[in-house]
């Protein structure tokens, strides 16, 4: 064999070594141990720059091979937070940061808390951007919302929202409000034509306070019943919820006979009707509650207890309950 064939066979010998090498490469996962890792790719980063990144955190090693993968299965990695498992091979990584396939993260936003309470919870979120305190006030919050909203309390409807990193509280806040103005406007047009209530927004306000009474769903519809007859014959709505939202900081956890008697917006001890606001964020379950009241005679209702409510027609037979609670009471 003369030496220019021997080059040949070396050559080949060679080009098939490294493609045996690279194609074991493609298959062989990453130095990913277990538990994972989490890969960050910013706007404008080139797959060249997240290998890069991958190689200084010793999950692989940049090279020929990686050069030779991207050249021969080119991809667009999309932005995103992405969670590598043990067993990421690099073919599937590049696969998976052309699919945006990216983490994420749950904010659950809790049945009858207050807007207060809500954007407590959004303000200690480790991965939400927080752009609320750099608008300052809380009528520029509101604004970025929804400039047509008079006031925040009830419009952001409860339930578990996910979002991915990068997403701002601001963000989240719009989704919810939107989500309550649906929910909301499918209430309204689908509730009993008797109801004793003029706009959706009566319906909110009617919804938060049924939120706040009871966390059955059994009953809800039951404590609404009680309030829209009250609201029919005139009576007071008389709801302790409703004292403690207007008495605010001074609430100390104790509701007492002066409060009852303070006379404010939200005291519907001493006013008529409903409260000017929602006081807590309502469910749908408080929503249909409002919307389709249960028909009944009962006119007063107290905590049993143990859990839920007795309900009764008369004064006499609430005083009774009342009694019955308190004899209870350890």
């Not at 963000?171 to 103005?181: G, H, K, P, S, W």
């Not at 009617?206 to 019943?225: C, F, T, W």
């Amino acid at each position: 064999m003369n030496k220019a064939w021997l080059l040949v066979a070396v050559l080949l010998l060679l080009a098939l070594a490294g493609w045996r090498d690279y194609r074991a490469f493609t298959d062989a996962p990453l130095a990913i141990a277990d538990g994972g890792q989490r890969l960050l790719v910013e706007r404008g980063a080139s797959v060249r720059a997240v290998i890069k990144q991958l190689g200084n955190r010793g999950l692989t090693r940049p090279g020929w091979r990686w050069r030779l993968l991207t050249r021969l299965e080119p991809v667009t990695i999309q932005v995103g937070e992405y969670a590598l498992e043990p067993g990421l091979t690099p073919r599937g990584l590049l696969a998976l940061l052309a699919s945006g396939d990216v983490m994420r993260y749950r904010f659950t936003i809790v049945e009858g808390w207050t807007y207060r309470q809500l954007l407590a919870a959004l303000a200690a979120d480790p991965v939400l951007v927080k752009q609320i305190p750099e608008l300052d006030s809380g009528a520029r919050v509101l604004n970025a919302i929804n400039p047509e909203l008079e006031h925040p309390e009830g419009w952001f409807l409860p339930e578990t929202y996910q979002f991915v990193r990068g997403d701002s509280d601001l963000a989240l806040l719009r989704r919810a409000q939107r989500a309550m103005q649906t929910a909301l406007d499918a209430a309204w047009e689908n509730r009993d034509p008797e109801l004793p209530l003029d706009t959706a927004y009566e319906l909110l306000v009617l919804a938060s306070i049924v939120e706040k009474e009871s966390s059955l769903d059994s009953e809800r519809a039951a404590i609404a019943g009680v309030f829209v007859r009250r609201l029919r014959q005139g009576w007071r709505l008389e709801t302790d919820p409703a004292v403690i939202y207007g008495l605010a900081e001074r609430f100390d956890g104790d509701l007492r006979r002066r409060d009852l008697q303070l006379d404010s917006p939200y005291n519907t001890y001493t006013r008529h009707g409903l409260p000017p606001t929602p006081i807590a964020l309502p469910g749908i379950s408080a929503l249909a509650a409002a919307a389709h009241p249960a028909a009944g005679t009962a006119m007063f209702f107290v905590a049993s207890g143990q859990g839920g409510h007795v309900f009764s027609d008369t004064l006499e037979e609430h005083n009774a309950a009342v009694r019955e609670m308190l004899r209870r009471r350890p």
